[in-house]
């Protein structure tokens, strides 16, 4: 019979991290303010056509200004994090060179706002805004933009060290490489899968550059990457080779450096379900030593989990229903619990953090009557209660998103908030949601119904 959650609550244990997440170019607004240089999301929005109704990062949910007052709602909701993404191109406007004080400034406002309000800073270093500058440059294809990454890494931790925070490097390398590089969806807007190769090896080099920093910095709090995570389930348990490579491509090839400290070989190569890329070109990319430094220890996981997949024997994707509005989100709560105890199963232990999880709206109108996501929430939370119950080291979970915000090609027609945005006045407006969310810190467990 399927899992039920038992009639008690359940309850999780007594630090764990309750937080909501965002990143910098979806929130912010503000592009040309206080220095910010150019990102690549500045040019790709700046294209009409690539993304739906020609939206751009502006306004954002305008945070860039209303950083108080957004703290002071997560403030009343309880939330004990935040996760926000500081952006590269505010605190070096090219890339490299001299540092943007307003840009560092802005940061540790906003962080001395949530360390004021009791609210842990959990601080993405770069969630796929890379400066301009740096692209013409060749972006992540150059191996060269790794140690730009740590350069700017380091002038973070040197600023904003001394405040115990969560740090995260990287956020979805697979993404950023895959949908950026690859399938040309996201910026910069590339379709080469050798272009999308070399993203994953130098942004996988720089989150381990990045670790090195940190603890040469002395900085306070914990460190790790953020990556999202697909289980991955064969529709022919007697024929499971293509889901196999599915897996290599979407959870091993990034799992197996940062925790082994080894590529998967299955993941690259002319196979359905690879990414399609000259497998001896991406070795020839790495230097002896990559691996132990892409390998450097860190002190937690980060995972963004939304849903599952299906594959079938050819290694073709099958989709597993339900979906949502946004159509790749196969929605399965009980993934959650097999992806976290494959986790605990098949890798070293280390503490592991849910730093994005959640859904869309199925409409692109205001709403703030969301029982779908009161749903979803719900049953992820007892996954993950039921995950710690079976030894899981988990140690908290963020709720993507805190507002409804610029959903990078979906502009803003697709709102994840668990309060929603009037982009017109910029409204702030909890929705049921974010009740329900506020209820659950406040008594620390989840209920079955
Ligand atoms: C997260 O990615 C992001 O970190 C966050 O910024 C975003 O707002 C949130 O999810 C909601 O989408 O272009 O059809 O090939 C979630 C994982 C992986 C989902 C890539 C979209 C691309 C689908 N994403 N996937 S497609």
């Not at 592991?352 to 969301?370: H, Q, R, S, Y």
Request: aromatic share 10%.
């Amino acid at each position: 019979p399927p899992w039920a959650p038992p009639a008690e609550p359940m309850g999780f244990p007594a630090d764990y991290l309750w937080g909501t997440a965002t990143s910098a170019f979806q929130v912010e607004g503000a592009t040309t303010v206080d220095g910010r240089g150019p990102s690549i999301w500045d040019a790709f929005t700046a294209v009409k056509a690539n993304i739906r109704g020609g939206a751009t990062g502006e306004p954002g949910a305008d945070q860039y200004r209303r950083y108080e007052s957004d703290a002071d709602l997560m403030s009343d909701l309880g939330v004990g994090a935040y996760r926000f993404s500081i952006s590269w191109s505010r605190i070096f406007p090219t890339g490299a060179g001299q540092v943007n004080r307003a840009g560092v400034d802005h940061y540790r406002a906003l962080v001395e706002a949530l360390v004021a309000r009791g609210i842990r800073p959990a601080i993405t270093l770069f969630h796929w805004d890379l400066p301009q500058a740096l692209q013409d440059g060749g972006g992540w294809q150059e191996r060269d933009t790794a140690t730009r990454f740590a350069e700017y890494a380091r002038t973070l931790f040197d600023a904003l060290g001394d405040v115990e925070a969560d740090w995260f490097t990287i956020n979805e390398p697979k993404t950023h490489a895959f949908v950026g590089h690859w399938y040309g969806v996201h910026a910069p807007g590339l379709t080469d899968p050798d272009a999308a190769a070399a993203a994953v090896h130098h942004q996988l080099l720089a989150h381990g550059l990045a670790v090195q920093a940190f603890r040469a910095s002395g900085a306070r709090g914990r460190i790790g990457i953020a990556l999202n995570l697909l289980p991955v389930y064969a529709t022919d348990p007697d024929a499971t080779g293509g889901a196999d490579r599915v897996d290599a491509s979407e959870n091993r090839l990034f799992l197996d450096p940062v925790l082994l400290g080894t590529y998967p070989v299955e993941a690259i190569g002319p196979y359905p379900g690879s990414l399609p890329a000259d497998a001896a070109a991406f070795e020839a990319l790495q230097q002896p030593g990559d691996l132990d430094v892409v390998s450097e220890p860190c002190d937690l996981l980060a995972i963004q989990y939304y849903g599952v997949t299906g594959v079938d024997p050819g290694g073709n994707t099958v989709t597993i229903e339900p979906t949502s509005a946004a159509s790749w989100q196969q929605i399965r709560a009980e993934g959650l619990y097999d992806l976290l105890t494959r986790l605990r199963d098949e890798y070293p232990a280390i503490p592991l953090l849910i730093t994005e999880n959640g859904m869309p709206d199925p409409l692109p109108a205001v709403t703030v009557d969301d029982p779908y996501r009161v749903d979803y929430l719900r049953t992820h939370f007892q996954q993950a209660a039921r995950a710690i119950g079976e030894g899981v080291p988990l140690i908290g979970h963020f709720v993507w998103s805190l507002l409804d915000n610029f959903e990078w090609a979906e502009g803003y027609a697709q709102r994840w908030g668990i309060v929603a945005v009037d982009f017109d006045t910029q409204e702030r407006m909890p929705k049921a949601s974010a009740g329900f969310f506020s209820d659950v810190i406040a008594s620390n467990a989840v209920s079955s119904a």
